[in-house]
């Protein structure tokens, strides 16, 4: 057998592990989110369908299988059903620029099969492709994503779709800028657009997180924001919009919407976990571990992120289009491009004068927090001013 035939198959083999593994974590995390909400709101939650009612996804599985799939006569059909796919594809394939444990060794019973055909001696990455340009990968299928989302709300010839549809596309255009600069930081620092070495550089516990905290909020919050989870989710507003760019669905085909969603969820908290939470690492312990126990750890790691959505999402309410807008603009966009400056600072404060490279960057996180500080107390001072100013008017 070819090497190149070897290949071929040893990525289809991991592209549809990991397609499958994605796709069961969707059920898993629609009850979990259940469960989430009602401990929340101090109810019970689905607890009818098996034991605390971990079979109600498969109920709602069935459910959406047997239901017809109703097509309204006034949409054009062919994008109105090709809209779902192109939301769900690039969701999954986003996963294989994914690194989900170390490498598999040579001496494992797999690693020792394609060893013996001179094929993967060093052991098979966990990961489908390892590219050069790896994070721009990620940034291509986040942006074709939301064709998916505007085909909805134009093919379905509804005005509320529509709506839904455009309000999609400005929230991932202002949110992608301040997103990008976020990991613009982290490529400044690592010097690389390989997410595995990436994961790689960040092993023996020194995490991208600990240095570069504000740069992972903004990034959590516009990754937040790109998946059109609440308190951004205003592309599917009930109390304004019907349903969304999704109104006119029915079937497995509105099903679908949702599990590119929760795709979308899972894949999100997995870039943030390669660059800012070391991946599978686990504070050099990775370095003596067996790979399916690193893939455990990134599981975990992941699981933590999903967990810290779905708590997002039950706690703050949704925000008015203005507010998102604001957000994104006004706040994280000044804010993650300071971030980019004070980071070069730092960079180039320990390659010409030699300062140790985590307190330069330290010392600008620092900084960033104290200027955003200051400016909304001047901020608040000015408004207290002006009210006080409008009130002696009257």
Not at 299 to 305: C, D, G, I, P, T
């Given at each position: 057998?070819?090497t190149?035939?070897?290949?071929?198959?040893?990525?289809?083999?991991?592209?549809?592990?990991?397609?499958?593994?994605?796709?069961?974590?969707?059920?898993?995390?629609?009850?979990?989110?259940?469960?989430?909400?009602?401990?929340?709101?101090?109810?019970?939650?689905?607890?009818?369908?098996?034991?605390?009612?971990?079979?109600?996804?498969?109920?709602?599985?069935?459910?959406?299988?047997?239901?017809?799939?109703?097509?309204?006569?006034?949409?054009?059909?062919?994008?109105?059903?090709?809209?779902?796919?192109?939301?769900?594809?690039?969701?999954?394939?986003?996963?294989?620029?994914?690194?989900?444990?170390?490498?598999?060794?040579?001496?494992?019973?797999?690693?020792?099969?394609?060893?013996?055909?001179?094929?993967?001696?060093?052991?098979?990455?966990?990961?489908?492709?390892?590219?050069?340009?790896?994070?721009?990968?990620?940034?291509?299928?986040?942006?074709?994503?939301?064709?998916?989302?505007?085909?909805?709300?134009?093919?379905?010839?509804?005005?509320?779709?529509?709506?839904?549809?455009?309000?999609?596309?400005?929230?991932v255009?202002?949110?992608?800028?301040?997103?990008?600069?976020?990991?613009?930081?982290?490529?400044?620092?690592?010097?690389?657009?390989?997410?595995?070495?990436?994961?790689?550089?960040q092993?023996?516990?020194?995490?991208?997180?600990?240095?570069?905290?504000?740069?992972?909020?903004?990034?959590?919050?516009?990754?937040?924001?790109?998946?059109?989870?609440a308190?951004?989710?205003?592309?599917?507003?009930?109390?304004?919009?019907?349903?969304?760019?999704?109104?006119?669905?029915?079937?497995?085909?509105?099903?679908?919407?949702?599990?590119?969603?929760?795709?979308?969820?899972?894949?999100?908290?997995?870039?943030?976990?390669?660059?800012?939470?070391?991946?599978?690492?686990?504070?050099?312990?990775?370095?003596?571990?067996?790979?399916?126990?690193?893939?455990?750890?990134f599981?975990?790691?992941?699981?933590?992120?999903l967990?810290?959505?779905?708590?997002?999402?039950?706690t703050?309410?949704?925000?008015?289009?203005?507010?998102?807008?604001?957000?994104?603009?006004?706040?994280?966009?000044p804010?993650?491009?300071?971030?980019?400056?004070?980071?070069?600072?730092?960079?180039?404060?320990?390659?010409?004068?030699?300062?140790?490279?985590?307190?330069?960057?330290?010392?600008?996180?620092?900084?960033?927090?104290?200027?955003?500080?200051?400016?909304?107390?001047?901020?608040t001072?000015?408004?207290?001013a002006?009210?006080?100013?409008?009130?002696?008017?009257?």
């Open positions: 057998m070819s190149l035939l070897i290949q071929i198959v040893v990525a289809l083999a991991k592209a549809l592990f990991i397609i499958l593994l994605v796709l069961t974590a969707v059920p898993i995390l629609v009850w979990a989110e259940r469960r989430v909400s009602a401990w929340m709101q101090d109810r019970h939650g689905p607890n009818r369908v098996g034991p605390a009612g971990l079979l109600q996804p498969i109920a709602d599985g069935i459910k959406f299988l047997t239901k017809e799939v109703l097509i309204p006569a006034h949409v054009d059909r062919k994008l109105y059903l090709a809209a779902p796919v192109i939301l769900l594809v690039p969701s999954l394939m986003t996963g294989a620029i994914i690194p989900w444990s170390k490498p598999i060794p040579a001496d494992s019973a797999l690693g020792g099969l394609l060893s013996a055909v001179n094929w993967a001696p060093d052991g098979i990455p966990f990961q489908v492709a390892q590219i050069n340009v790896g994070v721009l990968y990620f940034f291509a299928m986040a942006s074709l994503a939301v064709y998916g989302i505007i085909l909805a709300g134009w093919a379905s010839n509804n005005k509320y779709t529509l709506l839904g549809g455009l309000r999609a596309s400005a929230q255009i202002s949110y992608e800028l301040s997103l990008g600069l976020a990991i613009l930081s982290v490529l400044l620092i690592v010097g690389t657009l390989q997410l595995n070495t990436i994961v790689e550089w092993a023996g516990g020194m995490w991208m997180v600990f240095a570069q905290p504000v740069t992972w909020v903004i990034f959590t919050i516009a990754a937040l924001a790109e998946t059109n989870r308190p951004f989710d205003l592309a599917e507003c009930e109390q304004e919009l019907v349903g969304g760019y999704h109104t006119e669905y029915s079937g497995m085909t509105f099903a679908t919407f949702f599990l590119a969603e929760y795709a979308n969820m899972t894949m999100s908290a997995a870039l943030n976990v390669c660059l800012f939470w070391g991946g599978y690492t686990f504070f050099g312990l990775e370095q003596i571990l067996p790979w399916w126990i690193t893939f455990g750890i599981l975990a790691k992941v699981a933590a992120f967990f810290l959505f779905l708590l997002i999402r039950w703050f309410p949704r925000f008015r289009y203005d507010q998102l807008m604001r957000l994104g603009w006004k706040m994280l966009l804010l993650a491009l300071g971030n980019v400056v004070l980071t070069a600072l730092g960079l180039a404060a320990h390659e010409m004068w030699g300062v140790p490279l985590w307190p330069a960057l330290i010392v600008g996180q620092v900084a960033l927090i104290g200027g955003v500080a200051l400016v909304s107390v001047m901020r001072k000015a408004e207290s002006g009210s006080a100013e409008s009130q002696a008017r009257a």
